[in-house]
């Protein structure tokens, strides 16, 4: 934990100078294998991918917690559940979704411009960090949720803007809740199902919980409408109308959220 605190990509370039290409670690009480050598590389991501589906979870899975959104994240859905969900969402980023979203890309470019120019006009100082995020997440809110939140000006600020912030300051390896969670992984788990608080970021989590719910109501009154907005959102909220050839929701509320 204490060499992760360096970078991931410096902890795994020293160590692959110590020990080789293919090393085993321990991370969040779970053990890892970390691999550059290309044949293995290959062989996992590509020839045997089916048999590899399954990423790193650092979080303890309980299917009778619905109250905890990280568990389900894509990226830690397993076997069966991370290929149902990633057929249904796939959709979202065909190259006709993706060429309805250029527009979007273009507005948030020219917002992002006239920002650079306030700066320059100014003769101040331009922290790159903070207006890139901003241009990510302006771009992000579109696309993903239909959503305009009003952050490419100088100064301007929002919830969604600070909630996501906070929530990547929280994955800094410096972070004492970080730093709880690699050590005592099981500790952490137990007290999340029992208490329903999720330890890393609950108050982001809760918001974005409350912003996923709020647009849901929004598009099930106006679905009379049939207006297709286009997002990444409109094929969850279309999954979630549907119902398999078994009679079961293709995508559950939770799974949403």
């Not at 293919?22 to 009480?29: D, E, K, L, P």
Request: proline share 3%; glycine share 4%.
């Amino acid at each position: 934990m204490l060499d992760l605190r360096k970078a991931i990509h410096t902890y795994d370039i020293t160590t692959t100078k110590q020990l080789g290409k293919t090393f085993g670690c321990r991370a969040f009480g779970k053990h890892e294998l970390v691999s550059s050598d290309f044949d293995i590389v290959r062989q996992v991501l590509m020839k045997d991918f089916v048999c590899f589906a399954n990423r790193t979870n650092f979080i303890a899975p309980n299917p009778k917690n619905e109250h905890n959104v990280m568990q389900n994240l894509l990226i830690l859905k397993e076997e069966e559940n991370w290929k149902r969900i990633r057929s249904l969402i796939s959709p979202a980023f065909s190259i006709t979704n993706v060429k309805k979203q250029i527009p979007i890309y273009n507005e948030c470019s020219k917002e992002f411009l006239q920002l650079l120019d306030c700066y320059a006009s100014q003769n101040e100082k331009i922290l790159l960090h903070d207006v890139l995020s901003r241009l990510t997440l302006s771009i992000g809110a579109k696309c993903a949720f239909g959503i305009d939140i009003n952050i490419l000006s100088k100064d301007s600020s929002s919830p969604f803007l600070e909630s996501a912030q906070s929530i990547f300051n929280r994955f800094d390896f410096d972070s004492p809740r970080l730093v709880i969670m690699a050590v005592f992984p099981g500790l952490i788990a137990w007290l999340e199902n029992i208490t329903h608080y999720q330890f890393l970021a609950n108050s982001e989590l809760e918001f974005f919980k409350k912003v996923v719910l709020e647009e849901l109501e929004r598009r099930s009154i106006e679905s009379d409408s049939k207006q297709d907005y286009g997002d990444f959102f409109q094929v969850l909220f279309n999954a979630l109308q549907s119902t398999s050839m078994d009679g079961t929701k293709s995508l559950s509320l939770i799974e949403v959220r």
